[in-house]
């Protein structure tokens, strides 16, 4: 099954292999929600209560999406997600949201926010940024939210014609049981991923790959440590998975020459 999100038992080596070495301390996990489906959280909460971790969701993704009984954005200690304009709820620019439970912690991001502030308008108890969500964007945020679930069950809908239309020649997408996903993107894993990207292209299709270079490759982080046995099912992610067009209202003639044009490349 294709989940694309953190391994809770990875995440247990990688802790145990860092306690052991003793260099760095671990504070915190920061599971991604790639793709729109959100992370195991009940195991890594587990992980992260054992070893007194603090969870830090990233959510970005997954807004919309729900696993068991909760919806992203409380599953856990602190959720942070995008109202980037791909995003499943997006805003005409830049935007975002922090979710939590911890008054305390709500309190301080909310200083954070502006300037630092403290008591009054310049009280400034700690740095901080100018990190407000504009009105503008907010007013759009609202009434797009008036129609968000109806969006989320568009891109569902979406996703079960490609699933009922490609599951037999590539590797498609797949939800945990008793989860559900907000769907940001639709991505396959198919073998010879450039050069069907590139027949899809000369078809006048278009496609992405998120994220060609998995970010422990990249300079900043090629020196971090990771789990005891690498990173192999992200390594191997990042040759094969083909993000696929998908949005709301994608209309059923269109998303069958998508179909049509995979199964005839890959015939």
Known sequence: ETFFNMSPASLQAAVAAVQADGALV?????????????????????????????????AAQSFGARSGDHM???????????????????????????????????????????????GGKYDNVRVGTNARLDTMQAAVLLEKLSIFEDELAR??????????????????????EGATSAWAQYTIRVAGRDQVQAALKEQGIPTN???PRPIHQQPPYAACPTAPEGLPVTEALAHDVLSLPMHPYLDEPTQDRIIAAIRSILG
């Not at 991604?32 to 070893?51: E, K, Q, S, T």
């Not at 602190?78 to 305390?104: H, Q």
């Not at 891109?155 to 945990?176: C, E, F, I, N, S």
């Open 209 to 211: 790959i998120y994220y």
């Open 72 to 118: 992203a954005g409380a599953l856990a200690d602190v959720t942070g997600t995008s109202f980037f304009p791909a995003k499943p709820l997006g805003c005409y620019g830049d935007g975002g949201a922090v979710f939590t439970n911890d008054a305390g912690f709500a309190e301080t991001l909310r200083s954070i926010r502006v300037h630092g502030r403290g």
């Open 155 to 176: 891109r569902q809908r979406v996703a079960d014609r490609y699933a009922a239309g490609l599951a037999d020649v590539v590797t498609v997408p797949t939800v945990p």
């Open 26 to 58: 671990p504070r915190a996990v920061m599971p991604v929600d790639l793709f729109g489906v959100p992370a195991p959280y009940a195991a890594i909460n587990d992980v992260a209560r054992a070893h007194g971790l603090t969870v830090v969701s990233d």
